[in-house]
């Protein structure tokens, strides 16, 4: 989700576009369907996924080559990055949060104050629907920096090690370092999508020549760890008998909090978009209209993700304040989509025209 200033990779632009449709859906699947589309929506939501192994990825493509040539520099772009993230949860504390609890009193502030409910938010205390995406991400900037060090001086496998351990923690201790509420989104369990995003990053995973040769293996066995997964998920309603096995041995693909289960089946099924979406780049020739607005949403997709706060909270004040809505949230999500795309091309428009515009000579 986290935009870089560095030359695009279209693949990531476009992956990232479709974690922001898929993160749209989950949002407004409850007024797009009820019934099997809505069931498939949820099950094969990889947003949160996506958007933190792509930032992984990124991070270790571009600022670990950065970082070995200038550590300083690259320490403070992402302490940086972290006070910009900051700067916009507080911006939408104060321009979301503040009115949404002004408009709707004790149904949103709960048992706080307005003042100590606004202060808890700006201190990360809360956990709010889709106000708590942003606020993972601080940490995981930050916990890049010790990583770099520690790949600088060949210290892979101990990355791996130390990730691979604090998810085994978590799945015991999952709010180990939650602090206010309980997070929706552990940073003890899902760091490990950002350090394999890192560590492929660093490899130039797939397009590193001596990778090349296993990318078959690796997606064979990404269908066969989804398979498996994904028959232990949904095998009771094929195979009744499964059901009473899984409950008394405890097998459970669970997502809150993430599980080992739901690392396997919800990561084997983003490395498979990922690979199906490599494909089809690789097999398109010319422009595609639909490609084009998904690549869109993905080099801009912070700007997209901002804009649909607003509009998804929004929503929020419909449910509340009028008991029929219809047709208020289908004009909303189809709002959200129209301005989200204008925005995007205005502003890529501008920044073309300003690349392209003749340079006055000097007097």
Known sequence: MIPMQHERIPIIDFVRGLVIVDMMLVHYEGILSRGVLSKIINYTDVAIEGFIFLAGYVIGSVYFPMFLRDKAVVVMKLVKRVLGLIKLQYLMVLTISLPIALMMGTSVTGGDTLPRYIMKSLLFLKQEGLMHILPIFIPLFLMAIPIFYLLSGGHDRLVILL???????????????????????????????????????????????RLQEFIKRHVFLAAI???????????????????????????????????????????????????????????????????????????????????????????????????????????????????????????????????????????
């Open 163 to 209: 990730s691979a351990l604090f998810f085994i923690i978590g799945n015991y201790h999952p709010y180990l370092f939650s602090i206010g509420e309980r997070a929706i989104f552990p940073v003890i369990l899902w760091q490990i999508y950002f350090v394999c995003g890192i560590l492929l990053g660093k490899m130039n995973y797939p397009y590193s020549n």
């Open 225 to 363: 760890v989804f398979g498996v997964s994904a028959f232990l998920y949904f095998g009771h309603h094929v195979v009744p008998e499964l059901a009473p096995l899984r409950d008394h041995w405890n097998v459970k693909v669970s997502k809150f909090p993430l599980n080992y289960l739901g690392l396997l089946y919800r990561g084997s099924l983003l490395y498979l978009l990922i690979y199906a979406s490599l494909v089809l780049m690789s097999r398109l020739k010319g422009e595609n209209v639909a490609v084009g607005a998904i690549s869109l949403l993905g080099r801009h997709s912070l700007l997209a993700f901002v804009i649909h706060v607003y509009f998804a909270k929004s929503m929020t004040l419909t449910n509340h304040f009028t008991r029929n809505p219809f047709p208020l949230p289908q004009m909303i999500v189809l709002l959200n989509v129209v301005f989200t795309i204008f925005i995007l091309k205005y502003i890529e428009g501008k920044r073309l025209c300003q690349e392209t515009a003749p340079v006055k000579a000097e007097a």
